[in-house]
């Protein structure tokens, strides 16, 4: 059996108070949510201790956004895996599509992370997914494969069981404009091909996250599908009751 997994990515938004009083709502509501669902929050670096205090013993984990791809040293502004794990952070979000466009990160830069991920025992949510003119161009499963095996096909079958994917298909991240239920399980049974042929029966544990304007009113029949393993939830995820009726898009 499959993780569902609900993960928030909280992105540049709220100050660590405001994070605060967000978690609180999440923990709060939480009963209302199958048991199943495996929830975890990725707020700003600034607010991960404090989120990781209240959320201790709550059944929610706590992700960071992103980690340095060096160890440590002299990489002003950075942000180290140890330095996030020793925090109690158990997740790392890696190669969201805003990091890849904004901040040029590409497969050399996101292979070094996830070594640092791995080695400091933080479970990498690796996110793939093609831009509007390349789904246009007929791409976009070209695209996927190669996110994934520039970096994934890298991971030693250990490193890879503990993997979570995230399918976020830019044109749909922020937008409004969700891919359609059949669209994200024609990519999720797409990818969990791929992973197949390099890391075998493995894939079938894979949890399969999709991102992209998923809301309370779309989550159940996105998740509904058969490759899909729950979501990686951005502008939803910063409203208690939104993230949690996501949540509630998993009855089975
Ligand atoms: C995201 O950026 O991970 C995301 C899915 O954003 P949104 O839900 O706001 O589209």
Redesign the pocket.
């Known amino acids: 059996m499959r993780k569902k997994i609900v993960a928030g ?1 909280w ?1 540049m938004n709220t100050t660590p108070a405001e994070g605060v009083e967000l978690i609180k709502g999440v923990i709060a509501q939480k009963g209302e949510v199958c048991s199943c669902v495996n929830f975890i929050v990725a707020p700003p670096f600034t607010h991960l201790s404090e989120v990781v205090k209240v959320a201790k013993g709550s059944g929610i984990a706590v992700g960071a956004q992103n980690c340095a791809a060096e160890a440590k040293g002299a990489y002003t502004g950075e942000v180290s895996a140890k330095m996030i794990a020793s925090l109690g952070v158990d997740y790392v ?1 890696l190669g ?3 990091r890849r466009e904004y901040y040029g990160e590409t497969s050399e830069t996101l292979n070094k992370k996830m070594v640092q991920a791995y080695e400091n025992n933080l479970i990498p949510i690796y ?1 793939v997914g093609e831009k509007l003119e390349e789904r246009e161009s007929g791409k976009h499963f070209d695209v996927i494969r190669a996110q994934i095996e520039e970096v994934v096909f890298n991971l030693t079958p250990e490193q890879f069981s503990k993997l979570i994917i ?1 399918y ?1 298909p830019v044109w ?4 409004g404009k969700t891919a359609t239920a059949d669209q994200a399980q024609e990519v999720h049974a797409f990818i969990r091909k791929v992973l197949a042929d390099k890391f075998g029966a493995a894939a079938a544990d894979t949890a399969i996250l999709y ?5 309370p009113s779309n989550a159940a029949e996105i998740f509904s599908k058969e490759d899909v393993d729950g ?7 910063l409203v208690a009751t939104d993230f949690i009726n996501i949540g509630k898009g998993f009855s089975k």
């Open positions: 990515n992105k979000i969201h599509s805003e996110c995230a976020e749909a991240i922020g937008t991102g992209g304007s998923c809301k979501g990686l939830i951005g502008g939803a995820s």
